[in-house]
C-alpha cells in the first residue's frame, strides 16, 4: 500500500493484489516453518516458495487492472493451491518417513 501513496501512478488494484500476495506467501512461509519437516523438504519448499512467490508478485504487479475475466489472478489461485498442496503432501510424505524409523 506504501507503494500506492509514493508512487500514484501505480493502481490501487495492482497495489492490493500485490499486498494479497505477499501477505499469503507470508503465511505459507509461517506454515513452512511450524510443520515438522526433515530438512531437505524444508529447504526445498523454501526454495520452491520463494520462487513461486517472485513469480506470483510480478504476475501481481503486471495484472490488467479490472477484476472480471482477469487471468493473472487464476495464475496466482493456482501457484497458491499448488503451493498448499506441495505443503500438505510434503508434510504428510515427511511424517511417514520419520515414523517409519
Known amino acids: 500500500m506504501l507503494v500506492h501513496i509514493i508512487v500514484p ?7 492490493i493484489l500485490a499486498s494479497i500476495v505477499v501477505i499469503v ?9 511450524k ?5 531437505g523438504f524444508r ?13 506470483e508478485l510480478a504476475i501481481a504487479i503486471l495484472s490488467p487492472q479490472e ?3 482477469n487471468w493473472a489472478i487464476l495464475v496466482i489461485s493456482l501457484l497458491f493451491i499448488i503451493e498448499i498442496i506441495l505443503l ?3 508434510n504428510h510424505m515427511s511424517n511417514k518417513f520419520l515414523t517409519n524409523k
Request: aromatic share 18%; hydrophobic share 50%; net charge negative.
Open 9 to 15: 501512478a501505480y493502481e490501487l488494484f495492482n497495489c
Open 25 to 33: 506467501s507470508m503465511i505459507l512461509m509461517g506454515f513452512l516453518s
Open 35 to 39: 510443520v515438522s519437516l526433515k530438512d
Open 43 to 55: 529447504y526445498s519448499l523454501y526454495t520452491i516458495f520463494v520462487g513461486a512467490s517472485i513469480i
Open 67 to 69: 477484476f472480471e475475466n
Open 88 to 90: 500438505v503432501s510434503t
